[in-house]
C-alpha cells in the first residue's frame, strides 16, 4: 500500500468529520449532504442557474489579477457588501488516483479516480466554466471587480504528488490555473510533492496557499502552535515561491473567529473553509468550498455546483 501517511490523513479527516457532524463543519459531514442533494436535481435547473452566476464578460479574461493589498481597506471590512455578491463556485481537491481494496468508503469523498477526475474536468470546459485566481476573486468579492464567465475556482489541498502528476498536466489541456494549498510536513516525502514541484506550479500561474506545517485543527491553536503552523510554513512557501502568501486553508475546513485576527495579523487577506455557511461578519476569512467527491459522476458535480453556490 503506497498512501500510507495519506490514508493515515484520510483517517483523522473522517474522524473529524464524525465529530462535528451534527454542527455540519466536518468535510465528509458537508459532502455527503451535497451528494444526496445532488440526485434531485434536473439538467434544466443546473442549465438555468449556472450562466447567471456571478457577474463576467470574457474579455476580463485577459484582465491581470489584482494585487489585493492594493484594494482598500475598507472594503474587505464590509461583510454587507460582501455576502451581498453572488458567490463563485470553489471547488477542493485532495488525492487523484485509482482506488484500492484498502481505501475506505469515507475515505473515497477525498480521493477521485483519475478517469473521474478527468471527466469532471472536461464538463467543466465543455460547459464553459473559466477559472480564476484567487487574487480575481477576492477583488470581485471585495470590490465587484468583473470575472470571466461562469467562473470558477479549483483548489487542491494537501501536497499530494499526483496533484503535480496528475491534475496539472489535466488542467493544462484547458488553459485552467488552479490554487495549491500545501501543508509543508509532507514536502519532499514519498508520494507528496517536492519544493521545486510547487515552486513550478507557481510560476506557471498557479497561486499556492498555506495550510500549515501538518495539519493540526486550527481551533487548537495555543501560544507557539500559530509559530509552528502558520508563520514558519508560510515562510517556506514564500522562500520557495519568491512570492507573497496572502490565502490560507483551514485544515479539516475547521474554524473559530478567534483563528480570524490571527490570520490578518500575519498577512493573510482571506482564508477558505468548506461547506459550512460563511461567518456573517468576517466572510473572507470563511470562503466557502465543496469538496468534488470521488463518487460524483460529471453531472453530478454540476448539480452541486449550482446548488452550492
Ligand atoms: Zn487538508
Given amino acids: 500500500m503506497k498512501f500510507t501517511s495519506a490514508s493515515l ?3 483523522a479527516l473522517s474522524l473529524a468529520a464524525c465529530d462535528t457532524k451534527t454542527a455540519t463543519t466536518g468535510e465528509a459531514a458537508s459532502s455527503s449532504v451535497t451528494v444526496e442533494k445532488a440526485d434531485t436535481a434536473t439538467d434544466a435547473a443546473a442549465a438555468e442557474t449556472s450562466g447567471t452566476r456571478a457577474t463576467s464578460t470574457d474579455e476580463a479574461n ?3 489579477a489584482p494585487d489585493p493589498t492594493t484594494i482598500p481597506a475598507g472594503k474587505a471590512t464590509d461583510a454587507a457588501a460582501i455576502l451581498a455578491r453572488p458567490q463563485v463556485p470553489i471547488l477542493c481537491y485532495h488525492q487523484i488516483r485509482d482506488w484500492t481494496a484498502r481505501d475506505s468508503k469515507g475515505a473515497k469523498d477525498y480521493i477521485v ?3 473521474a477526475f478527468k471527466a469532471q474536468i472536461k464538463m467543466l470546459a465543455d460547459s464553459g466554466y473559466h477559472t480564476i485566481s484567487p487574487d480575481q476573486l477576492y477583488a470581485y468579492m471585495t470590490t465587484g471587480a468583473k470575472l470571466p464567465s461562469k ?3 479549483l483548489t487542491f489541498d494537501d501536497t499530494d504528488l499526483d496533484q503535480f502528476t496528475i491534475a496539472r498536466p489535466t ?3 484547458y488553459g485552467y490555473k488552479a490554487m495549491y494549498f500545501v501543508m509543508t510536513v509532507s514536502l519532499g516525502r514519498p508520494h507528496y510533492m517536492t519544493k ?3 515552486k513550478q506550479l507557481s510560476d ?5 496557499g498555506s495550510h500549515t506545517w501538518d495539519h493540526h485543527n486550527v481551533k487548537k491553536y495555543q501560544g507557539k502552535d500559530w509559530e509552528t503552523q502558520i ?3 508560510t515562510k517556506t512557501l514564500e522562500e520557495i515561491t519568491g512570492k507573497k502568501i496572502n490565502y490560507f486553508a483551514y485544515p479539516f475546513g475547521l474554524w473559530n473567529t478567534q483563528a480570524f485576527p490571527e490570520l490578518k495579523k500575519r498577512g493573510f487577506v482571506a482564508a477558505f473553509s468548506l461547506a459550512e455557511k460563511r461567518d456573517q461578519q468576517d466572510p473572507l476569512f470563511t470562503i466557502r468550498r465543496i469538496i468534488a467527491s470521488g463518487y460524483w459522476s460529471p453531472k453530478t458535480l454540476r448539480n452541486n455546483i449550482v446548488q452550492s453556490f
Fill in 204 to 208: 506557471e500561474g498557479n497561486v499556492i
Fill in 62 to 64: 485577459a484582465t491581470p
Fill in 231 to 233: 508563520d514558519k510554513p
Fill in 171 to 173: 488542467l493544462d489541456q
Fill in 196 to 198: 521545486a514541484m510547487v
Fill in 113 to 115: 479516480p483519475i478517469a
Fill in 9 to 11: 490523513l484520510l483517517a
Fill in 151 to 153: 467562473p470558477i475556482m
